[in-house]
């Protein structure tokens, strides 16, 4: 199973990007497709997902960023508007079989079963 994210790279703040997450030998259209961000010093924290059952967001990131899929291309994709410098960060996908937590985190690392190699985001001030 390989998931290779793409997509990254320089942006001024307020611009846009759009990430993207291709499954290979895999087929990813039962389970989750969840984006995570590392950035310098930083853990590693949860930013959207995806699922069957709905889109799932990081306060940070509600109303900025929009997790889709494209299930025929294997595909997920991150719409992030708005940057803002915050946003820089190493970016990850991910995929995973468990439902969200409800409490407010959605997910954590450990519930992730495939990551993929990440895509660095930089938002210039």
């Known amino acids: 199973v390989q998931l290779q994210a793409s997509g990254g790279g320089l942006v001024q703040a307020g611009g846009s990007l759009r990430l993207s997450c291709v499954a290979s030998s895999y087929t990813f259209s039962r389970d989750g497709v969840a984006w995570f961000r590392q950035a310098p010093g930083m853990e590693r924290e949860f930013v959207a997902a995806?699922?069957?059952?709905?889109?799932y967001y990081a306060d940070s990131v509600k109303g900025r960023f929009t997790a889709s899929r494209d299930n025929a291309k294997n595909t997920g994709y991150l719409q992030m508007n708005s940057l803002e410098p915050e946003d820089t960060a190493v970016y990850y996908c991910?995929?995973?079989?468990?439902?969200?937590?409800?409490?407010?985190?959605?997910?954590?690392?450990?519930?992730?079963?495939?990551w993929g190699k990440g895509t660095q985001v930089t938002v210039s001030s």
């Open positions: 995806i699922r069957w059952s709905g889109t």
């Open positions: 991910a995929t995973t079989t468990q439902p969200p937590n409800y409490d407010g985190s959605y997910y954590e690392e450990y519930d992730m079963d495939y």
